[in-house]
């Protein structure tokens, strides 16, 4: 190995060095925030019984230690069952979904209450609000959008139906808000690559475009033949 090889190589392993260690000491302190945020919300939720009073605090508790574990993670709680659940959510944005993981497994197996990472489905009834607007997801319809040079693509173009004009910004929120509340945030997340928002009159005929029930079996269809394609 002559000089100029040696220090190529040199270089390579200094920079592959300082990469190890940057993720290694961002990894520890995502380790040590989550410790501090169950450590803080046991302490706050202590006596949590799922009464509506004990839920109220168990969520304040949350999102105040949530926001010093990670500013863009929200919280919520699910309390359909006897123990209620909480539920940490990165708002659909995928670039903080380690975070929630890291949180949700880092959980405590004395919590009362149930954990749960991303929102999940809400099903075809659901009901999504934005900027004091309501959106009847069922009224939707999709159409699938897809990339001759990249057969992994998906696509979705979600049709909204409204009586009063939207902005730009508003329907995009309520199409991507949609998509994730019939899938579950995580599968939004992981197999939907692009959003596409169209907003229509009510008279507007509705033939050619799907449903957003069907919505899951098509991301199923999709998932199938990308498998095949591997």
């Not at 302190?29 to 019984?49: H, I, K, P, Y």
């Not at 009901?127 to 999709?142: G, N, Q």
Request: proline fraction near 4%; charged fraction near 20%.
């Amino acid at each position: 190995m002559d000089l100029q090889e040696a220090t190529i190589w040199q270089i390579c392993w200094s920079w592959f060095h300082q990469i190890f260690n940057v993720r290694i000491s961002w990894a520890m302190q995502m380790r040590r925030r989550a410790a501090e945020f169950w450590n803080g919300l046991m302490r706050d939720a202590a006596g949590c019984d799922g009464t509506p009073g004990a839920t109220d605090a168990l969520l304040v508790a949350a999102e105040k230690h949530l926001a010093r574990y990670n500013e863009h993670l929200g919280c919520e709680l699910i309390c359909t069952n006897s123990v209620p659940a909480l539920v940490i959510t990165a708002y659909g944005n995928s670039d903080h979904r380690d975070a929630v993981v890291e949180l949700c497994s880092a959980a405590p197996i004395s919590v009362p209450f149930e954990v749960k990472a991303f929102r999940p489905a809400a099903g075809a009834n659901a009901i999504c609000e934005i900027d004091d607007r309501c959106f009847d997801v069922a009224a939707m319809r999709f159409q699938s959008l897809s990339d001759a040079n990249d057969p992994m693509f998906l696509g979705i173009c979600v049709h909204i139906y409204a009586e009063k004009p939207l902005t730009d910004e508003l329907a995009f929120a309520a199409a991507t808000l949609a998509v994730q509340m019939i899938l579950g945030e995580e599968t939004f997340m992981t197999r939907v690559d692009f959003i596409k928002a169209v907003t229509h009159g009510r008279s507007v005929d509705t033939a050619g475009f799907v449903p957003m029930i069907m919505l899951p079996t098509l991301v199923e269809r999709h998932l199938a033949r990308v498998r095949a394609l591997t």
